[in-house]
């Protein structure tokens, strides 16, 4: 069974660029939901897709924004880079509302 | 609010030295709490889901515990491979899935 993969593993990139993370769920979960660890706290929800749709949102503003494909796979897009989205990005898979199963991350830094 | 405290931040034990790590949580109602180990730059791996109070689930060296306000992470006889950071996360009953993490235990172990 294959878990969680994220792609790319790091990435640097400039303040008002904007960048496109990807993640693909483990096998048979159907739900994905992001999050932003910055660096000695916890993961904050960004936001959860299911079955193509947005259905939960945390604290981010509106140029954080997602997509799921009809295999489940998600991209996260982040709009007009701010020096305080430097992060580790994780993503998560689950079935429905069971435990959550996260990818390696994506370390992204912005200068 | 809902919220989670983790304590202590940082833990130092000795290989062999039993200790208790503290998740204090606030919600409005407990879909289920999760522990997680994190390694340095590395995504969180799954270790416990607990639902109710009274509940407790064990893992070689790890047995986590469960009250109405909050959940312990036991780790007897510690060795070094056990250092890492543990994170502590609630999924609140209403509403979607979404994990609130508390900011995590660091933990050291040193032969």
Known sequence: ETGVTQSPT????????????????QSG?????????????????????????????????????????????SELNVNALELDDSALYLCASSRGGDT??????????VL | EDQVTQSPEALRLQEG??????????????????????????????????????EEKEKERL??????????LHITAPKPEDSATYLCAVAPSSGYN??????GTRLAVHP
Do not use: M
């Open chain 1, 10 to 25: 790091h990435l640097i990139k400039t303040r008002g660029q904007q960048v496109t993370l990807r993640c693909s769920s």
């Open chain 1, 29 to 73: 979960h159907n739900t994905v939901s992001w999050y932003q660890q910055a660096l000695g706290q916890g993961p904050q929800f960004i936001f959860q897709y299911y079955r193509e749709e947005e259905n939960g949102r945390g604290n981010f503003p509106p140029r954080f924004s997602g997509l799921q494909f009809p295999n489940y796979s």
């Open chain 1, 100 to 109: 959550q199963y996260f990818g390696p991350g994506t370390r992204l830094t």
């Open chain 2, 17 to 54: 030295e039993s200790s208790s790590l503290n998740c204090s949580y606030t919600v409005s109602g407990l879909r289920g709490l999760f522990w997680y180990r994190q390694d340095p730059g590395k995504g969180p791996e799954f270790l416990f889901t607990l639902y109710s109070a009274g």
């Open chain 2, 63 to 72: 047995k986590a515990t469960l009250t109405k306000k909050e959940s312990f």
């Open chain 2, 98 to 103: 979404k994990l609130i993490f508390g900011a």
